[in-house]
């Protein structure tokens, strides 16, 4: 069985996040998306919020897919989780070149650590490559439209919070 892990701290998930998660299904049997607790980032959501969320979303793609998806939080290392779920590659999305610098970096540490689970990047898609979650809560915050870059459900949750 392919195993991809495809790991993040999607606060939130945004259409960038989806867009990753849908192409990256076909080349596993389950896709695994990791969900980082990451107290260091102090997250928007908790971590129940971002499960729930993800889970609602990846039911779609589940569908569409046929591909298993499933939400695994994680707190240990990347690679220690690969292992825990059975991961055999892990999947990272690329933006920019500044992406591609950290995570060159990230799979020379993690092929250290275990040189049997495999890295796959996938590029963004042109409309999705300015997306991040850090940006969507910052426009968000201040009051402006996000729709063009998270699900309506998604939109709804961030409004809960910012009104």
Excluded: W
């Excluded at 990451?38 to 997250?43: F, I, V, W, Y």
């Excluded at 940006?135 to 729709?147: P, Q, Y």
């Amino acid at each position: 069985m392919r195993i991809g892990l495809y790991p993040g701290t999607f606060d939130p998930i945004t259409l960038g996040h989806i867009d990753i998660i849908r192409r990256a299904s076909p080349m596993v049997d389950r896709l695994v998306i990791g969900v980082a607790i990451n107290r260091d980032k102090g997250p928007l959501f908790s971590l129940e919020q971002r499960v729930a969320m993800i889970e609602a979303e990846c039911a779609k793609l589940s569908e569409q897919t046929g591909t298993e998806i499933v939400v695994h939080p994680f707190e240990n290392l990347l690679i220690d989780c690969a292992r825990d779920v059975g991961a055999n590659l892990i999947f990272r999305g690329l933006r920019a070149v500044a992406d591609f610098e950290y995570e060159f970096q990230m799979v020379g540490m993690n092929r250290q650590l275990d040189d049997t689970i495999e890295t796959v990047f996938l590029m963004a898609e042109a409309e999705h490559q300015a997306i991040a979650s850090k940006l969507v809560k910052e426009i968000a915050r201040l009051g402006g439209d996000i729709s063009k870059f998270v699900t309506p459900l998604v939109n709804s949750e961030i409004k809960k919070v910012f009104g």
